[in-house]
């Protein structure tokens, strides 16, 4: 049964870890604006293809 | 066929706006102005041309802007720069602009690749919804007015106004909202999970004394940060409200805690029992749910502008050796020299040195013809300038004029929310705690004849299941559901705090222009003889090009898109215009200027019928009619008046004249009082007296004018046709077509308070069966375990729902 002790110190620190990336992610104003980052992702790297291609030409 | 579809492709391919026939070209692609074109040459030049793919002609129109050099000087002011930025360190600096402009996908590209336009900018970081832009550069490469400018060049021009030189407000209680959530949830649900052998009495097994203290040990060490950090505002409050000698809800919820903390932390060291911890951090967990319900806030509003969001951050002095240069406006001194633009607002009370100038007075009295002044004339704070350039003296400092004095009014000084009515919750608080109080002694005292060791155990569990849950959780559920269907149905209040305020309105009072009547002059009448489609064109071409208000509500109302353009073209500012053209000449303007202009005889002129706004034309020398121009009515407003119920009053207070009275009694004609020429201050002392009449107040308006009054009210409405647009300082902002559902949003938050004292009842019922168990002893983890999360979300379930359910039945809107 002592078994139960490492798991449960193991479960908690597991779930700690996940605590501290939720306070992470507060932290780093991911919290804040919940619109802009939903528009951002649209953007593809695109410029560099761009500029590859203006090269070329 | 092929004509129309070769025009139809001239669109800017900047700003999709309609183009000249002699539309600038440029790769392949057309322009609408000069303006348009740079912009597109200075991305092309940076590789940035992406910004046309992510939206069809994303830009905005530069041809209104036009950049001068000179404008920005102000931002290399030392004072000026440091209230902007946020901070400073070493040589990396952010500053956050307001852009009102960002409007799409490609704005945030754009925006945020700065950097490869300006050598210095290191990030640009975009807020879609408070529509602001964050920007941090080296200090040593660029500088705050190169920036500006950039953004100015590009059509993204931040809003530089007055209020950013006061102190910057500090945001940042969300963050911490959320991490108190985030440790409550994270306790309850680990405290929840080694609870379990507890609940099922796994007593039987031989180790189980161990497992015991290992699992209340660490139930424990959980609990300490929710009573620590998650619930410490509670506490804190209550001990504010204490120290105070007064009671607010904080209070009973504050007893909970520490009742079941304690009890719980006695139990597990004395051997006794479990404790409670599962259901005090489960407790904390949902208040802070609800907080984060009730401090739902509308990011990109802004309810508590003054003067200060409207004034310009700078202004253009002209020295005594005729040098021009922007200056910050609170350096003015009285005597100064100043030049205000066109559509430019007037800083602080002043008088014209320039012979003419037409000003209009709107913000100030929603007054909406433009006012002719001449040389001598004092011009007021707040005016705007139409036309040319205007010169004028400096005659008070910004914060003496006239607009600025309203400020000063009492109405403006006892503003926070300490001073307000207290809310529902917090009154009924003190019954609530003393009633709680007073069972909980009664039982210490009965228990203590029959059984004293079990008194106290009786007393705390009394305390524990009288903790005010669904009383802390019905108001923020109840009104963060009612502000949320309030803003689907286009009304965005500040706070939920002031659901209550408008649930009691009786007296309705209603601004004039800008809340009855659109703020532009809308209708437009022709009155003479036809006019054929090339004269239509030659019209809007003339009131197309001409910068006065009348004629760009003319040229909107003609919806002609082919313009002409004119050979000869010269305005005289608020007299008219004449324009030649190939074959013929056309003249817009008013009676003096059509007489001036042409040898038409006085009495081909027709006399008005009626007092309004009126422009004649005459083409080819020969007069043809006049343009009438009237204020439109809102849509809705008939529906609107007419739902006022018997019981509510309606005034109307406006700082026009009577021009629109027979329209306004006709429309309603239950009017309590119409008044018009009202100052703002006038308007401000109207509301006092309805106060004092023991009326419970809403008043209607837009304007700066309404400011006063708004402020002065129980509960002011600021209506806005465009929500990004500034607003005067308010309880509530109300898109312009919602104005119609008002008495019906009225209803729906005065049903909402009924759904409150429902929800009341639900949780008495709980509390009471908590109580039986409670004064007979039956108290056990499990019981309370299970009947604190189970109250806790069927109150939220129940407030939810049967608010959406009202609303659904009143025909408001409920989902998005």
């Not at chain 2, 898109?735 to 009842?761: G, P, T, Y």
């Amino acid at each position: 049964m002592g078994v139960i002790f490492v798991l449960i110190a193991f479960s908690l620190l597991v779930a700690l870890i996940f605590l501290g990336a939720f306070f992470w992610a507060v932290k780093t104003g991911q919290f804040d604006d919940p619109q802009t980052p939903s528009i951002r992702m649209l953007f593809d790297d695109e410029t560099k293809s761009n500029k590859t291609n203006t090269n070329q030409s | 066929m092929n004509i129309i579809q070769s025009i139809e492709s001239h669109t800017c391919y900047h700003c999709g706006e309609n183009c000249d026939k002699d539309a600038l070209n440029t790769d392949g692609k057309h322009f609408c102005c000069e303006g348009c074109k740079t912009v597109y040459s200075i991305l092309n030049d940076h590789n940035l041309c992406n910004y046309y793919k992510l939206d069809a002609n994303p830009g905005q129109t530069i041809r209104t802007t036009g950049v001068e050099r000179k404008r920005f000087e102000y931002l290399t002011d030392e004072d000026v720069r440091k209230k902007l930025i946020d901070f400073k360190h070493g040589n990396t600096v952010s500053v956050t602009f307001f852009i009102p402009g960002i409007h799409c996908t490609s704005c945030v590209w754009l925006l945020e690749n700065l950097q490869k336009i300006e050598e210095g900018v290191l990030r640009g970081t975009v807020n879609f919804l408070k529509r602001t832009l964050n920007i941090v550069y080296d200090a040593s490469v660029t500088d705050l007015r190169s920036i500006v400018e950039l953004l100015t060049t590009i059509g993204y021009e931040p809003n530089l106004k007055l209020e950013q030189l006061g102190e910057k407000k500090i945001s940042g209680m969300q963050r911490s909202l959320w991490l108190k959530l985030g440790v409550a949830g994270f306790c309850f649900g680990n405290i929840m999970l080694f609870s379990f052998p507890e609940y099922l009495r796994m007593d039987q097994s031989g180790s189980s004394e161990m497992f015991r203290y290992f699992f209340s040990g660490l139930n424990i060490a959980l609990s300490l940060p929710v009573l620590l950090y998650s619930s410490v505002d509670y506490l804190k409050s209550a001990w504010a409200a204490l120290s105070q000698k007064g009671i607010n809800l904080d209070v009973p919820i504050s007893i909970g805690i520490v009742a079941l903390f304690g009890r719980s932390l006695y139990e597990i060291l004395s051997g006794t029992g479990a404790g409670y911890l599962d259901s005090f951090t489960g407790f904390i967990f949902f208040l802070l749910i609800g907080k984060m319900v009730q401090k739902k806030t509308f990011d990109r509003l802004s309810f508590d502008r003054d003067y200060k969001s409207y004034l310009p951050i700078s202004v253009i002095r002209v020295s005594d050796f005729g040098t021009e240069r922007s200056i910050p406006v609170n350096k003015l001194n009285i005597g100064d020299q100043i030049i205000i633009r066109n559509q430019e607002l007037v800083p602080s009370d002043s008088v014209l040195q320039s012979e003419e100038a037409q000003v209009d007075y709107s913000f100030i009295t929603g007054e909406s013809d433009p006012v002719n002044i001449i040389k001598g004339d004092q011009i007021f704070a707040g005016a705007k300038i139409i036309g040319g350039h205007a010169h004028m003296l400096v005659a008070r400092k910004v914060e003496h004029s006239y607009l600025t004095q309203l400020w000063e009014n009492e109405a403006f000084k006892d503003t926070s929310m300490e001073n307000r009515v207290t809310s529902f919750a917090d009154r009924i608080s003190p019954h609530f705690t003393i009633t709680v109080l007073s069972i909980a002694l009664l039982a210490l005292i009965v228990w203590w004849q029959i059984e004293p060791t079990r008194a106290f155990t009786i007393f705390t569990a009394v305390l524990i299941i009288a903790c005010p849950c669904a009383l802390a959780l019905s108001t923020p559920f109840t009104l963060g559901a009612t502000v949320n269907i309030l803003s689907l149905n286009g009304l965005y209040l500040k706070s939920t705090d002031v659901v209550e305020e408008l649930s009691k309105a009786n007296a309705f009072v209603f601004d004039k222009t800008g809340t009855l009547t659109e703020s532009e002059k809308n209708s437009v009448h022709y009155v003479g003889e036809p006019l054929s489609e090339t004269e239509l064109k030659l019209v809007a071409s003339v009131s197309r090009k001409s910068i006065h208000p009348l004629s760009k509500n003319i040229f909107k109302s003609l919806a002609v898109s082919d313009l002409l353009n004119a050979e000869d073209y010269y305005e005289i500012p608020g007299k008219g215009a004449f324009a030649k053209f190939e074959n013929t000449s056309i003249c817009l303007g008013s009676r003096t200027f059509i007489l001036e202009q042409t040898d038409i005889d006085d009495k081909d002129i027709p006399g008005l019928r009626k007092p309004g706004s009126v422009v004649h034309i005459a083409i080819g020398g020969e007069y043809r009619g006049f343009f009438e121009l009237e204020n439109k009515v809102r849509d809705g407003l008939t529906e609107l008046l007419n739902s006022i119920d018997e019981g509510h009053e309606a005034y109307l207070l406006s700082g026009d004249n009577e021009q629109d009275a027979g329209k306004l009694s006709k429309l309603f004609p239950n009017w309590k009082v119409m008044l018009f020429n009202q100052s703002p201050l006038q308007k401000l002392n109207f509301i006092e007296d309805l106060k004092k009449e023991g009326k419970h107040v809403v008043m209607i308006g837009d304007g700066l004018n309404d400011a006063g009054a708004l402020q002065a009210s129980n509960f002011g409405i600021a209506i806005s046709d465009d929500m990004s647009a500034f607003s005067p300082a308010c309880d509530a902002i109300a898109e312009s077509n919602s104005l119609n559902k008002l008495n019906s949003l009225v209803d729906f938050s005065r049903a909402s308070f009924r759904i409150i004292i429902s929800s009341f009842v639900i949780s008495l019922i709980y509390n009471l069966t908590g109580l039986g168990f409670a004064l007979t002893g039956h108290l056990s983890p499990l019981v309370a375990a299970i009947l604190m999360p189970l109250s806790s979300v069927s109150i939220m379930a129940f407030t939810n729902i049967t608010t959406r359910l009202k609303a659904k039945n009143m025909g408001l809107r409920i989902w998005a």
